[in-house]
């Protein structure tokens, strides 16, 4: 595999997972979480912060994809993404979420595309609560005003890779986050 330059190591992250599992923990005492994987970047990280949560949970994974309008990595790492692009889904919830505390959990929020149309879609099915945890954060690239309630890490506008997240479905298990260099 091509060595790549680590931008958060699996020590920080771990560290930084165990913060947003005491402060998920502290918000919601005394309640049962259903935390939403967003395929397929997030499993990684779902799987790491639903055990640092401390208190009863189940899982369920969502999937979505935009409507081909976003270039492929390396166009977008070239050019950069200039589109406002539509997401549809590909994968609905397996269980219903009306009057659930749901946390959908998301790899990297970048242009807040699919934040805004996942937080819209889980919204009308009326949960108790819905709350967002993404690992990490591209704020310079937001396309629509949305934020996450639970950070793990606000990074620069770089392509990055590893702990789930792929480039053209490569370097998803490597255990730091990386940065693909732009060519
Ligand atoms: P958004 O709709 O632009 O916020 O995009 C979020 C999705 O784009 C994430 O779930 C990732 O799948 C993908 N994405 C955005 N930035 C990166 C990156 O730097 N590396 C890998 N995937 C990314
Ligand atoms: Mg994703």
């Not at 937080?119 to 690239?141: H, I, M």
């Amino acid at each position: 595999m091509t060595e790549l330059k680590v931008l958060i190591s699996r020590q920080n992250i771990a560290q930084r997972i165990a913060e947003m599992g005491s402060a998920i923990t502290q918000d919601f005492q005394n309640e049962r979480i259903v935390f939403v994987g967003v395929l397929k970047g997030a499993a990684i990280f779902l799987s790491d912060l639903a055990r640092a949560v401390q208190l009863d949970a189940t899982f369920d994974f969502i999937g979505t994809s935009s409507y081909g309008v976003r270039p492929s990595p390396d166009q977008e790492l070239k050019h950069g993404w200039d589109s406002t692009g539509e997401i549809r889904l590909t994968k609905d919830l397996d269980q219903a979420i009306a009057g659930k505390t749901v946390i959908v959990v998301e790899d990297i929020l970048d242009t807040g595309l699919t934040l805004t149309f996942l937080k819209k879609l889980l919204k009308s099915r009326e949960p108790k609560a819905l709350r967002v945890a993404a690992l990490l954060d591209k704020p310079s690239r937001r396309k629509l005003p949305i934020e996450a309630d639970y950070v793990g890490f606000a990074i620069p506008d770089e392509f990055v890779v590893g702990y789930g997240l792929d480039y053209a479905e490569m370097y998803r298990n490597l255990p730091d986050i990386c940065v693909v260099p732009r060519q």
